[in-house]
């Protein structure tokens, strides 16, 4: 193995762009789909996976959210997270801000509690027996209304103890984050800290609005902000965290390939990018994959992986002491 791919590995990530619903793997789609006596519309593992070929991020939520639909208990909620995590020791994961999708549940009938409580516990579980620190980031739909965006933050408010934040997902051209401004001005109130999907298809005015308006600490993808020399300024000169997801962007064809991604130039501004796997059952890779993969593609050198992942810790939401306990690892390392 190459002395970088060994970096890769062994070096420790922290994970800031992950949907817990998007780590969903075939099998297990298949084992709670028989568990809970749910039709599915695939008779086997290969069928799904030639299913996942998709032409934009819509094509690909049509799908998503159709294999939600066999998490029903909180046992199912608990073995998908549990299943995450131990994807995360694979790949030296250490800690990692989890995004789910209440409205995708509770809109079928499923309790709040029955998904944040499996979430929770699983996470409990793999921060005793390995370590893994972790958050939860609970994400509006933005397809649906800001009234239905509401009606679930005050579900959330229970829960405030384990959700350390709220975002934006689904389809973004047509559903601009200045929609949901308000829910986003009570969901601070109520101390919450805020992220959004922005500039993943949609324009680079949505990063705007989600800077301005729902007072983003990141933005989730980004990359469209290369259209728009005043704000690729404003995002250097702030340090604004943007979480890449580089498999996702060209599954989705965003970019054509991995090669045309525009991280490393991104990275070469001296913006604040961290690779992270959105949807890794979906888009073919956890978080080593990613980077692996980038780095061939993009001639990563052994500098730009340590970038990386020192920027992936920094944009965190861990508090500080822990940031320079992994920051100083990673400087450490050889
Ligand atoms: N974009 C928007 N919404 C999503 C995504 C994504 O990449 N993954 C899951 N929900
Ligand atoms: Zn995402």
Redesign the pocket.
């Known amino acids: 193995m190459s002395k970088i791919i060994e970096l890769i590995k062994k070096i420790p990530k922290a994970e800031l762009?992950l949907?817990i619903?998007?780590t969903l793997e075939p099998d297990l789609l298949f084992k709670l789909a028989k568990r809970n006596d749910i039709r599915i519309p695939f008779a086997n593992v290969n069928e799904v996976k030639s299913a996942y070929n998709f032409s934009n991020?819509e094509s690909?939520?049509n799908i998503?959210y159709q294999g939600s639909k066999v998490l029903i208990t909180e046992q199912d909620f608990f073995d998908l997270a549990w299943a995450y995590t131990l994807k995360c020791k694979e790949d030296n994961v250490v800690h990692a801000e989890i995004?789910f999708?209440p409205q995708t549940h509770v809109n079928r009938g499923i309790n709040f509690d029955v998904v944040i409580n499996g979430i929770y516990k699983a996470l409990l579980k793999a921060n005793k027996e390995f370590g893994l620190t972790s958050k939860i980031i609970m994400?509006f739909?933005?397809h649906l209304d800001e009234a239905s965006a509401f009606e679930i933050l005050d579900q959330a408010l229970v829960h405030k103890d384990k959700i350390v934040g709220v975002g934006l997902?689904?389809?973004?051209i047509g559903h601009p984050p200045r929609k949901f401004e308000r829910v986003f001005n009570k969901a601070i109130a109520k101390g919450f800290l805020t992220v959004a999907?922005a500039g993943?298809?949609g324009p680079s005015k949505y990063i705007w609005e989600a800077l301005d308006l729902l007072k983003v600490k990141r933005i989730?993808?980004g990359v469209q902000c290369f259209h728009d020399e005043k704000l690729v300024v404003k995002l250097r000169n702030d340090q604004i965290p943007l979480t890449v997801?580089p498999l996702?962007n060209v599954k989705?064809c965003v970019f054509e390939k991995l090669e045309d991604h525009n991280l490393k130039r991104l990275l070469d501004k001296g913006l604040m990018v961290i690779v992270n796997s959105?949807?890794p059952a979906?888009f073919g890779g956890y978080l080593n994959r990613n980077m692996i993969d980038c780095q061939k593609a993009l001639n990563l050198s052994m500098e730009d992986v340590k970038k990386l992942t020192v920027n992936s810790f920094k944009s965190s939401f861990l508090n500080i002491d822990k940031k320079k306990k992994w920051i100083d690892q990673i400087n450490n390392l050889s």
Not at 169 to 172: A, C, G, L, R, V
């Open positions: 762009h949907h619903e998007g991020l690909f939520l998503f995004f999708d994400c739909l933005r997902d689904s389809s973004e999907h993943e298809e989730d993808h997801c996702s989705l959105d949807d979906y």
